[in-house]
Structures are given as structure tokens and as C-alpha cells.
């Protein structure tokens, strides 16, 4: 059974910083790209970061670069995602999420499994 674990959510004001980690468990992630995304109420999940196997790789949204950061330990099965300089408007329930696909993808259809996800709420 896969399962994938978030947690390191919480509340923290505008400008503050947390860590969200992500366990992996169930069935070897060896070679795929992992990522993260979020939700916020009565809006549309989307994507935030993704990263691949090996080398590296990264790819992420527009509004969160130079401000988040994804990366991940490949012997843990986990991912990480720093986030920094938080605003209000990153308020929302971020997702792990892991692909079979080797390369990086933006798409939600595109990850096959899911965790529960955790709350990151930012106050102003």
C-alpha cells in the first residue's frame, strides 16, 4: 500500500518560514519525479514544485520562485519543500504527490498518488 505522509504545517506570519516534509512508503520511488502542490478554499488545486530522481532537477510556479524550495532524499524516500518569505496569498493545503513519470511534470492527472495533505496558514 503507498502511502505518502505530509507534515510540518502550521501558522506563521506573513514574511515567516516552515519546512514540509513528505514519507514515502509502499513501493520504490526509485527513478520518479516527486512534487508538491496546494489547494485554498473553493479554488482549484495547483501545482507549486516538482522534482525529479536524479540530478536534481527542479521545476515551479511562477510565484514561488526564488522564495520556496524543493528537494528531496532519495535513500529517506522523503521530499521537502522550504517555503520562505510566506504571503497570505500562500495560504492553503499543500499536497504530496508522487509520478511514474521519470521526467518533470507540472499536471495533477499526471501523480498517482497522493497524501492527506497539511494546512499552511499565513497571517498578515
Known amino acids: 500500500q503507498v502511502q505518502l505522509v505530509e507534515s510540518g504545517g502550521g501558522l506563521v506570519q506573513a514574511g515567516g518560514s516552515l519546512r514540509l516534509s513528505c514519507a514515502a512508503s509502499?513501493?520504490?520511488?526509485?527513478?520518479?519525479?516527486m512534487g508538491w502542490f496546494r489547494q485554498a478554499p473553493g479554488q482549484e488545486r495547483e501545482f507549486v514544485a516538482s522534482?525529479?530522481?536524479?540530478?536534481?532537477?527542479?521545476v515551479y510556479k511562477d510565484s514561488v520562485k526564488g522564495r520556496f524550495t524543493i528537494s528531496r532524499d532519495n535513500a529517506k524516500n522523503a521530499v521537502y519543500l522550504e517555503l520562505n518569505s510566506l504571503k497570505p496569498e500562500d495560504t492553503a493545503v499543500y499536497y504530496c504527490?508522487?509520478?511514474?513519470?521519470?521526467?518533470?511534470?507540472?499536471?495533477?492527472?499526471?501523480?498517482?498518488?497522493w497524501g492527506q495533505g497539511t494546512q499552511v496558514t499565513v497571517s498578515s
Open positions: 504527490a508522487s509520478t511514474t513519470k521519470v521526467g518533470l511534470t507540472t499536471t495533477p492527472d499526471e501523480y498517482n498518488y
Open positions: 509502499g513501493r520504490t520511488f526509485r527513478g520518479y519525479a
Open positions: 522534482i525529479s530522481w536524479g540530478f536534481g532537477r527542479t
